[in-house]
């Protein structure tokens, strides 16, 4: 089978267990993906199938959008709830208008150094190797480009937000910034991705749906590509 196959991917699964569970259901071994989510992540994967997996440099390279909230008042070592909690702040001044503001700095394009605990290589390993052998490395601070990152609702110290960006941005770390720059720390929460380039999570089969339905269903919502 060839093509693109949108999934919502579930939280806690890792992209790897999404590409492991299209290729078991689907019975073939060409599968990939275009554009790491993070366990803590759900929300769109574009599988790529067959043929169509060489086509991941282009698909990754399209422009994203999320929906996601952020815990104001805790820092942790990987940036979200996953980690350990390496320090706590009170929150309790924050405002709606200053959260606005520092979203709003934190648009356009930047320079961002991925987090500790990433995919990101170093030194010919990952990041995430290097941090749990107790390491301190650091990675080359990439160039994103954040086109919108919007305040959308606010519950402190709970802070929703909506945001669209380049590939390569660690969401989890613009979270970790908005929270040094409100002087209080924050760490991602929860975050969904909804768009990837032309494709909208509204469009993905979910676990259920691809664990049951005939497989002559599921090949007619892959697109050609």
């Known amino acids: 089978m060839d093509g693109i196959l949108l999934f ?48 991941s440099p282009e698909f990754s390279a399209l422009d994203k959008d999320y929906s996601g909230t952020m815990m104001l008042g805790v820092c942790t070592d990987t940036q979200d709830l996953e980690g350990k909690i390496v320090g706590t702040s009170d929150w309790g001044r924050v405002g709606s208008e200053e959260v606005a503001e520092v979203f709003s700095n934190l648009s356009g394009r930047q320079l961002q150094t991925p ?54 941005t660690y969401v989890r770390t613009l979270c970790d910034e908005a929270g040094r720059r409100l002087g209080c720390g924050a760490a991602l929460s929860a975050l969904s991705r909804t768009r990837v380039g032309p494709f909208a999570l509204k469009d993905a089969l979910g676990e259920t749906a691809i664990r049951e339905w005939a497989l002559p269903d599921i090949e007619k919502r892959v697109q050609k590509g």
Request: proline share 6%; hydrophobic share 40%.
């Open 115 to 168: 987090p500790s605990f990433s995919a990101a290589r170093k030194g010919g390993r990952k990041l995430y190797d290097w941090a749990r052998r107790g390491v301190a490395v650091e990675a080359s601070p990439k160039e994103i480009t954040v086109s919108q990152f919007l305040l959308t609702q606010f519950e402190p110290p709970e802070i929703h937000f909506f945001l669209t960006c380049s590939k390569g």
């Open 8 to 55: 919502n991917k579930p939280i806690l699964w890792t992209s790897h267990d999404a590409v492991d569970f299209i290729r078991r259901r689907l019975g073939q071994k060409a599968v990939g993906h275009a554009g790491t989510l993070d366990p803590l992540a759900s929300g769109l994967l574009v599988m790529l199938l067959g043929k169509s997996t060489k086509r």
